[in-house]
């Protein structure tokens, strides 16, 4: 009994570590029909490529794998890894065999032969886009391009190529304006999003701050955590403009050559917190794409820092 | 519990109280806290890491070209992901993050930089014509997944070759569904006039906790019962032995062959039920012979066979019940 205890107390451990292995093979039998219709299709195969006329050594090696099919039949409900090593033996001497009648021929990659498949991938593409659009509430319209998707499919159906290839350039090209569309509509929401999340993630990170301060750790990452907090809390604020940028040697430069950084001034970080909003006009459209990258920037550098924080005060 | 299911021993070495808990089970913890321990440790061991891709879809086309579709957990305080692609000619790139907002991508060769900021889950798809070759009439299917992954083959294509064992494989719409692992994976195959065989009763596809709440559940329910036998001990012990006795079941049909008497001992021994393999192994006779002595057992009234996992089950009957 105690072992029976142990037994279902192992038991899901045990599990959970071999659950990939165990489905592996959901239903064994998969592997017989994907050896028999492959046996198949290589006997229609040589037929096709040999007639009459089977070279002695490719049918040696089709009746070996047949032979290995017929083992797997017999193996499949009584011992399961043999019919796995079977159906491995099988698939093995049916790809050789496929492959011989050509072994002279390079092996070519593939080229846009179908114009039906291009279409598919742009369609789905389209989808793709439409979906984002449509996310966003961009009210982008699609119709001139689902028009050209019609009369491309009807150009491949009546074998026009040339004029279906001109269609699908066509479609490429108003494809790709449309995805340049969403991306400049959807950059600022972008900024946005990035404002939303980096306030979230500065009020936590205050905490663990405010804690390793309380801790009396003599942690020096803390002063250098705090100025990062403070530079990320003016960037992001609705009162920063430009004017309050001055270029500024980096205090921590090794560097001869000027290593700029941009520092706000102490009066912007005064209009900050006297929230003056006579001389500051900036929205959050106004934020330009160099600005959410300084925020990404000192942000990351601010959660290396803090990781550092962290270890430290355990 | 009564007062004999746990016992205490004291042994009382120089100037040390020393008390042995022998009942362990019991008082480990309440049995509702280890199910639920149980079932967190199965959770947790299968959640999937940052930046191997938790879903991986690829659909190939006539001409060989195959549309990627990947979702892939990442690290929300990241600026960017570096994502490897399958191949260095990419077309029709989207990523996309939670929520469905499109994300900034920058592709270089194999592989794109994704702004990610903010985002634990990314969603990617792109086109590529970089997995599929072509050696006279007979394609080639070739990626090393870094997860486990489906692919779905073109129209009236037969597989022909293939260095892998598949999980799994369904036909839809004369188009074959394959689920392979994570690794190296290499399909060849042709275009056939004649479609691939449907197979009738596919399984429905498993959800990724399924098995995990699966196996909670059996261990819970397998714990509990452990309890409930214990405070029955003797009454279930010897309702057992009726139904497994050798030697009743050969004083109710003598005619049972010496060999065939042999084969009933060892399946009483493995509590009543063995698999036909274990009898070939055990006995070291060839298949048809152990299966004739099976099937003789069979017609005799004395074990019954049932499927148990593509496998024969050989079970001894309750010849005492039935004959009564």
New interface residues.
Partial sequence: MKKLALLAILLPIISVVSIDNAYAQDDPSILLRIATQADEQIVNHLDDVYGDSIPADIESLYAQGHAAVMSLEISLYDDVEQARQDFLTAMSFFKYISKTPFEHEESAETSDRDPASHLNRLSKYLENLRSISETHNMGIKFSEIESLFVQAYQQIDSNEDAAAAQSIDQIEYLLDIKQKDIHEQTSQLASDRTKMFVEEQLVMIEVILDDAVASDSEIPQIHDANYLVEEIKVLLSEHYTTEDIVTVQSEDSHDTDANSEYYPTEDAMVAQSQASYDTVNTSSEDYSQDHISAVKTKFAELIEIVKIIKELIR | MGPNMCRYEKTVPEGMLFVRIVCI?ELMVRIPL?IIG??L??II??APSFGSPRVLDLIV?????T?ISAEIGID????NYELELFGDNI??F?A?GE??????GNITGDSALV?T??SSVITV?Y?T??L?????????FSLDAPADFTLLLPENS??????N?????EVLDDQTLLTL?SGSNEI?Y?F?A?A??P?PGN?EP?QDYL??VI??A??AA??IL?VR??QK?AKSAQVQKSQMDPEAIFKIKPDIRDDDKEIVKFISDNGGEVL??ELRKKFLQP?TTMWRAVKRLERNSIIKIE?K????LVKLRNIEEEEQ
Avoid: C
């Fill in positions: 089970f280890l149980v079932i440790v199965a061991s299968s086309y006539p001409d060989g070209s549309h929300s305080l990241a600026v077309d029709n989207v996309v929520n469905g907002f499109l994300l900034a702004e900021f903010g798809e086109d014509h970089d599929v070759s072509k050696q006279g009439r007979v394609w080639t037969a597989i022909v070759g293939m260095t064992l598949p999980i799994n494989m692992s060849d042709l056939s004649t691939p065989t197979i399984p498993q098995p995990y196996i909670g059996i261990s397998a714990i452990l036998i214990r001990p036909e393999s298949r499927k996992d593509m496998q024969n």
